[in-house]
């Protein structure tokens, strides 16, 4: 096989989409992998909250973006992208913001205002995610495409990079301020107000993006036929159940990290944001990766790599191999979300792209639910370990469907195309 090589530079890409990338980098940093990662489980703790409770609240918010998944992949199909990504990062401001200001009530109320503010952020959270990969993918095409997607992810990595390590010792620095210490929360709490405050700055490249609305529908014969059901479900399935494991770790690394292992907070703000520093630079080789070997190698490699990267988070009781499973772990989902999200988006049609994409997110936010909230009660039970040990098998159970039901038979028509010949 050829491969081709390619420039990896921004200027390839539309203006549209350019500005999109700046919008995720912004989530990088704040909320997705970057400061509230690190800081949100930590304040709770500080709060006297336990991990039932922890579990909940993330819990509630992946469970959000699943149940508003399919409705905003059909309200982007209907309305327009572009309207539903501005319209998510107002909500995302909101519950975002909103989530450490519910901090300042009293005990008795302040339980089910973090409740509702963190679903509020959520249903953004939910729009934001499923339209933009319709987006990106009705902008681009062949290299460009996967270039899109690689820079995504690669710059949110880099973005949460810089909000972990950021994130890991601003408490430190408001405790001195505060006359504190690292045991009381409000380090945490201003911590967290900051994140919500940057995160609003996320909405300006949204709102300058071109008013004329992206089309992700077609009028091609092709596209108004029945829906790809066996697809849609079989790849949501693989989602699924490859993302419980990432979950497990995402959710609950910070918490074992401080209760478990006794790691320094500003410890495991360098360890997730070495984490981060991986996945950049695995998501930005993703491309070439493609080229080599084709998305559907590139995904299945990613996820069994990933999920391989679980068992020193299951089977060592020791900061550093933990914290290297970790880092792995974020380093291959670096390759696996792009190549992932181009297969599915190149399987269907454009008319269903929408669809699926809201298929795909609802399935990772049940994966990501099934993490934190039944994840959160069973650590009583069987520990963070365990809980890890279980989040491998659900991730290694996905690869293989994968592999069975995509990389398998794609082998297959290769070769009876090779024997038949021109």
């Known amino acids: 096989m050829t491969v081709r090589h390619h420039s990896t530079g921004l200027h390839q890409v539309p203006r549209d989409v350019r500005l999109l990338l700046s919008t995720s980098a912004l989530v990088g940093f704040t909320v997705w992998g970057g400061m509230y990662t690190v800081i949100l489980n930590l304040y709770l ?18 469970f959000t973006v699943a149940i508003f998944a399919l409705l905003a992949g059909l309200a982007g199909d209907k309305v327009g992208t572009r309207r539903l990504l501005i319209i998510g990062m107002v909500l995302m401001v909101v519950g975002y913001f909103g989530f450490p200001l519910a901090g300042y009530a009293s005990a008795g109320t302040r339980s089910a205002l973090f409740l509702v503010t963190y679903f509020v952020g959520h249903i953004g959270m939910s729009f934001y995610i499923v339209n933009a990969s319709p987006f990106l993918t009705a902008l681009t095409q062949g290299e460009t495409r996967a270039l ?4 995504q992810t690669g710059l949110t990595a880099l973005a949460a990079f810089a909000g972990s390590l950021i994130a890991g010792f601003l408490p430190g620095a408001f405790a001195v301020l505060q006359g504190g210490s690292l045991a009381d929360p409000a380090p945490y709490h201003v911590t967290l107000l900051v994140a919500g405050g940057l995160l609003s700055a996320a909405i300006v490249p949204l709102v300058a993006t071109d008013r004329a609305e992206v089309s992700t529908t077609t009028r091609a014969p092709q ?11 079989a790849l949501s399935l693989v989602s699924l159940l490859t993302i419980i494991g990432e979950g497990t770790a995402r959710t609950f690394f910070n918490v074992y990290f401080d209760t478990r292992l006794a790691v320094p907070t500003a410890r495991i703000g360098a360890v997730a944001a070495l984490a981060q520093l991986l996945a950049a630079g695995t998501s930005l080789a993703t491309p070439t990766l493609i080229d080599r070997i084709g998305t559907a190698k590139a995904t ?5 790599i990933k999920t391989l990267c679980l068992l020193p988070l299951a089977l060592i009781g020791h900061w550093i191999p933990a914290g290297l499973g970790l880092m792995g772990l974020m380093a291959f989902a670096g390759i696996l979300r792009p190549a992932f999200t181009i297969y599915h988006q190149e399987s269907v049609a454009p008319h269903w792209r929408a669809a699926i994409s809201g298929a795909i997110t609802m399935a990772t936010a049940m994966g990501f639910f099934i993490a934190a909230f039944v994840g959160g009660n069973l650590i009583p039970l069987i520990g963070y370990r365990g809980l890890f040990m279980i989040g491998a098998v659900a991730s290694l159970a996905g690869m293989l469907l994968f592999w069975a039901r995509f990389v398998i038979p794609a082998r297959s028509a290769e070769s009876v195309g090779a024997e038949l010949g021109p």
């Open 45 to 62: 703790l500080r709060l006297g909250y336990d991990s039932g409770y922890i579990g909940l609240i993330n819990g509630l918010g992946a």
């Open 148 to 151: 899109a997607f690689a820079w």
């Open 223 to 233: 596209a108004t036929g029945n829906a790809p059901l066996g697809i849609i479900i």
């Open 300 to 304: 299945l490699v990613g996820g069994l």
